[in-house]
DNA sequence: GAGCTTACGTGACCTACATCACATTCGTAT
DNA sequence: ATACGAATGTGATGTAGGTCACGTAAGCTC
C-alpha cells in the first residue's frame, strides 16, 4: 500500500478528518528510505523527527557502556518511534534508532506536529490516543517483565508479531527481551 | 494547599487557561477523600474515573494468580492514577488501586475528560502532555528494569521519592522492585 | 493487657540466567 | 568458489535472587 493511504487509514481508526483536511497534514510529513542497517537517530545527536514506519523494520535501543544494548521496540508497519523523551524536551538523544530492514517511513518534525496539533483539533485527540497506547503497550510490557520468565516473553513476543522470527537475528531478540543470546538460543533448542 | 489550587498549579504548568475555564474545568471533578487500605478500584470492576492524588499516597497494582502483587505505580500528590486501559477502553479493570496513607483526591469521570477535552483545545494538549509524561516515564523504569541490578534501582526508588521510606512498608517496595520481600530485606541490611 | 495479625529479619537451599570460551554455520563481498 | 565477519549453538562455571521455613517485633482489636 502507498504511504499516504497507509497513514490515512492509520489516522481515521482515531479521528475522522476531511480529504482536504488530510491533504494538509499530510503535506507536512516527508517520505524517507532506509537501507537495512542505516542509523537513523543517534546517541547524543539533535531530535527533529518522529517516524511512521510504512514498511520494513526500525528498532529504538538504548546503548548501556558502549557494550550491551537494550531494544524498547521494534519498529513495524503503522508503528511509530524516535527518541520521544529527546524530541519533546528537545535535548539530545540517549536512544537510538536505526533500519532493522530496508524500511520506508514518514517523517514529521516535532515542529510540524505542534503545529498541525494546535491548527487541527483532531489532530491533537489523535496523538493524544496515539501516546496513550503506547503508555497502555509500555505498562504491559513493564507488568510481562515482572510476571513472567524468558521464555513465556519470548513466546508472547512472537505470538504478538510472528514475522520477527524470519525477520530479525536471534540476537536482537534476545536485546529486546533483556536476556543474553546465549539463554535465548538454549531455550528454544530446549536443552531442558 | 487546597485541592483547587494544586490542580491549577499543575494544569498551568503545560497550558494556560482563563479563570473562567479553569472553574469550568474544576467543575467537572469531584473531591473524595480516602482511609488507609480503602479499595478505589478493583480488579473485574468497571472502571468511571481517572484520579489526580491531593494529598496521601494510593498504589496502583496487579495481581497475579491470587497471590503476587507488582506495583505499577505509588500515586503522590500531583500524580494521577486509574487503570487507563479498562478506563479508556471501556472494559474491566485488570489493574487495582487503593490507599496506601490517607489520601485526598479529585476524581474526573471518563465522560467528564473526553467532554472537556472536545470542548477546549487546551485540555486535549494537556492530557496529550501528561500522557506523554507517563510513556515516558513507563519506558525508563523498563530500561531501569532491564539495565539495573534491584539494589540500584532501589537507590534510584528512593533518590526520586525519600518519603516512600517512612510512609510505605518494605513488601510493597519490594513489590514495586519486582523482588521478593526477603531480598529486599537482605539488600539493605547489607549482608554482602 | 491478652491475643491476633501484619511486618520484618535471616538461614538453607535451589534455579534461572550471566559470563566466558570455543566451535560451527550463514551471508555477503570479492 | 573463496574468504571473512556476523550470527548462532553449546559446554562449564559463577551468582543474584527465589522459595521455604522459622523467629521476633510492632500494631490493632477486644
Chains 1, 2 share one sequence.
Request: aromatic share 14%; charged share 25%.
Amino acid at each position: 500500500m502507498e504511504a499516504k493511504e497507509l497513514l490515512k487509514q492509520h489516522i481515521s481508526k482515531t479521528v475522522r478528518l476531511t480529504d482536504e483536511q488530510f491533504d494538509y497534514v499530510f503535506s507536512h510529513f516527508k517520505v524517507q528510505s532506509y537501507k537495512k542497517g542505516q542509523v537513523i537517530v543517534s546517541d547524543g545527536q539533535k531530535v527533529d523527527h518522529e517516524y511512521f514506519v510504512v514498511s520494513g523494520c526500525l528498532k529504538a535501543f538504548y546503548i548501556t557502556d558502549e557494550i550491551k544494548m537494550y531494544i524498547l521496540q521494534f519498529a513495524m508497519p503503522t508503528w511509530w518511534t524516535s527518541d520521544y523523551g529527546a524530541l519533546y524536551n528537545q535535548t539530545r538523544a540517549t536512544i537510538n534508532v536505526d533500519c532493522i530492514a530496508d524500511a520506508e517511513v514518514l517523517q514529521l518534525s516535532n515542529e510540524n506536529r505542534e503545529k498541525l496539533c494546535s491548527e487541527l483539533h483532531q489532530v491533537e485527540h489523535f496523538f493524544r490516543w496515539r501516546t496513550n497506547k503506547g503508555y497502555l503497550a509500555s505498562q504491559k510490557r513493564l507488568l510481562s517483565f515482572m510476571n513472567n520468565d524468558t521464555k513465556a516473553r519470548y513466546e508472547e513476543l512472537l505470538a504478538m508479531y510472528p514475522q520477527l522470527y524470519n525477520l530479525v537475528p536471534k540476537h536482537l531478540i534476545a536485546a529486546y527481551l533483556g536476556v543474553s543470546r546465549e539463554t535465548l538460543s538454549r531455550l528454544y533448542n530446549n536443552h531442558k
